[in-house]
């Protein structure tokens, strides 16, 4: 199956300063999302983007379908921002393949 | 947007005790439902694959007698944890599919004493 790896696994960073998360996939995916799962357990979905680029506040993300790798930008960090971050894909009506997240800790 | 619900939201029950944890989608239909296991610290690794109208696919590895799926409409799929026991403690997350999108359920804690 198709193999999702996440990085870095763990993010520390005061408040106000930038990161980049980055999800690599080991083949062809249909769809891309990427979740935040805040300390209650819920996931957030904060982006669908099998492809391409779309920002949506101080969060952006980026897919390079060819190379297979998605980044996730987080400017200005809040803590608010503080959770675990996944990506996951699938293929088709398979169901999403999740990596192991990134689990980020703003500092005040 | 779609909107999924679970209940319970928390459940804590005795060893030896069957769970059912119901999953809804509220505002859309969904033929296919999945059931996802989240032990602490840890990703959100697949259990099985929930077909309204349909036996479920599980994933390798889990057990069907143990974990019974009913999907018994476009907006409702259960998953009974039958003869709980304290390694079955985990955090339980279902999500429905709308196009090529899933939309998840705020999850259920289950802890087995």
């Known amino acids: 199956g198709i193999q999702v790896e996440q990085s870095p696994p763990d993010l520390i960073l005061q408040e106000g300063a930038n990161s980049t998360l980055r999800c690599n996939f080991s083949?062809?995916?249909?769809?891309l999302q990427w979740f935040h799962q805040n300390p209650w357990g819920q996931l957030i979905n904060l982006f669908y983007?099998?492809?391409g680029t779309k920002q949506n506040g101080r969060l952006s993300a980026t897919t390079v379908a060819t190379e297979r790798y998605s980044l996730l930008y987080i400017s200005s960090s809040q803590t608010t921002d503080s959770g675990v971050y996944f990506c996951?894909?699938?293929?088709?009506?398979?169901?999403?393949?999740f990596g192991k997240g990134t689990r980020l800790s703003v500092i005040a | 947007g779609a909107v999924v619900s679970q209940h319970p939201s928390w459940v804590i029950c005795k060893s030896g005790t069957s769970v059912k944890i119901e999953c809804r989608s509220l505002?859309?239909?969904?033929?296919?439902m999945f059931w996802y296991r989240q032990f602490p610290k840890q990703s959100l690794m697949l259990m099985a694959t929930?077909?309204?109208?349909?036996?479920?696919?599980?994933e390798q590895g889990v057990e069907k007698d143990k974990f019974l799926i009913n999907h018994a409409s476009l907006t409702l799929s259960t998953l009974t944890v039958t003869s709980a026991h304290p390694e079955d403690s985990s955090f339980y997350i279902c999500s429905a599919a709308s196009s090529s999108t899933q939309y998840f359920g705020p999850g259920t804690r289950l802890l087995v004493l």
């Open positions: 996951a894909v699938h293929r088709g009506n398979t169901p999403l393949v």
């Open positions: 083949d062809s995916v249909n769809n």
């Open positions: 983007i099998p492809s």
């Open positions: 505002d859309f239909q969904a033929t296919t």
């Open positions: 929930s077909n309204e109208g349909s036996k479920a696919t599980y």
